[in-house]
């Protein structure tokens, strides 16, 4: 039988899985694989990789028989994919099954920013209501218009939910897309001048870091708001922060952050930001389908078929 490790920090629920499946032996972060007994490495074919802590070549290499790393999330930036080729090593990843979750939480954070929901509920919580009267107004959210950094399959089903807000929907891709009636834009920063609200779909990783640079941030206006499911990386977050300190945009929506979870604190003094703690894919039912399809890679790499979800 292949054996198999589990890295990273899994649910009671994928434990579980993981044990019924392959029995395997189980680590909290690459860190801890030089503990592990060399003769016990050595027997590693399949390797069930969660988080974000970076996974290279000098990692791989303290596993001299892996196979095939089987990643879970479609976001596979933590793993060096080149250092994995060079090895013969296959990734896999969880691409598609969290598509709605991912897309359901980019619109609630942005409709959440638009119409002030955090302070609104706080102004009743707090007793302002009872003693203050009405919430002040906001802003309208439907029929505004939308920017989409990635029209990927996260990218689209953002898009398809705004479209449904009647807005207008404008997006950066590498390449156009077949759209209904959406604007292409080959720059981000034509993008981001004609747009109320950008929210950045991107893939993570060293080719789009800082891809919303500073010259894209300052594209937008005093009203603009960002929204961002993909990756800390793919914003200049300095850039970010002072366009929110100074007022240069309205606010932002923020699932990712650099340095995760220890984000720069400047995040919590801004009431203009949404915060929420990486929870795009955490569902109970998502995460199982996520757990399914990285168990069904290994299971394919145990029968010698062919991956289901390939990255390399
Ligand atoms: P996808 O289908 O591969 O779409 C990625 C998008 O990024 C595409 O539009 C692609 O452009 C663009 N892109 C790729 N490389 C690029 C480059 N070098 N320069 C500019 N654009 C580039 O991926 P997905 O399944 O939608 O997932 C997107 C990302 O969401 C994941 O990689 C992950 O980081 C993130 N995510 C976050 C959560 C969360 O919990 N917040 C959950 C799941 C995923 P083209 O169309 O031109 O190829």
């Known amino acids: 039988m292949t054996q198999t490790l589990a890295i990273g920090a899994y649910s009671e629920s994928d434990i579980a899985g993981l044990k019924a499946a392959f029995d395997p032996i189980f680590l909290d972060t690459p860190a801890d694989l030089a503990g592990v007994d060399a003769s016990k490495r050595a027997s590693i074919q399949a390797l069930a990789f969660k988080g974000h802590t970076a996974f290279g070549g000098a990692e791989m290499d303290l596993l001299p028989d892996l196979k095939l790393i089987a990643n879970y999330g479609v976001g596979y930036d933590a793993i060096d994919i080149p250092a994995a080729n060079a090895r013969g090593i296959k990734v896999s990843n969880t691409p598609d099954v969290l598509n709605d979750d991912v897309a359901d939480i980019a619109v609630g954070m ?102 919303v640079s500073r010259e894209v941030i300052a594209a937008l ?77 290994i299971h394919a790499l145990m029968k010698g078929t062919a991956l289901i979800t390939p990255v390399n």
Do not use: C
């Open 110 to 211: 942005l409709l959440m920013q638009v119409r002030e929901m955090t302070q609104a509920a706080d102004w009743a919580r707090s007793g302002q209501w009872k003693t203050g009267g009405e919430y002040r107004l906001n802003r309208k959210f439907s029929g505004g218009r939308a920017g989409i950094v990635g029209l990927g399959r996260i990218g689209r089903e953002i898009a398809n939910r705004l479209a449904a807000f009647k807005m207008d929907i404008h997006y950066y891709a590498r390449s156009e897309k077949e759209t209904p009636n959406w604007t292409y834009h080959a720059d981000p920063v034509s993008l981001a001048g004609a747009v109320d609200y950008l929210i950045v779909a991107l893939v993570g990783g060293p080719d789009t870091a800082k891809f």
């Open 221 to 297: 206006g005093p009203r603009a708001i960002i929204v961002n499911i993909s990756r800390g990386s793919t914003i200049d977050e300095d850039a970010m922060l002072e366009a929110l300190e100074d007022g240069k945009i309205g606010g932002a929506a923020l699932d990712v952050f650099l340095n995760e979870p220890n984000i720069n604190p400047r995040f919590y003094d801004l009431p203009n930001v949404v915060i929420q703690p990486h929870q795009g894919s955490g569902t109970v039912e998502t995460r199982e389908a996520m757990a399914a399809l990285q168990r069904d890679n």
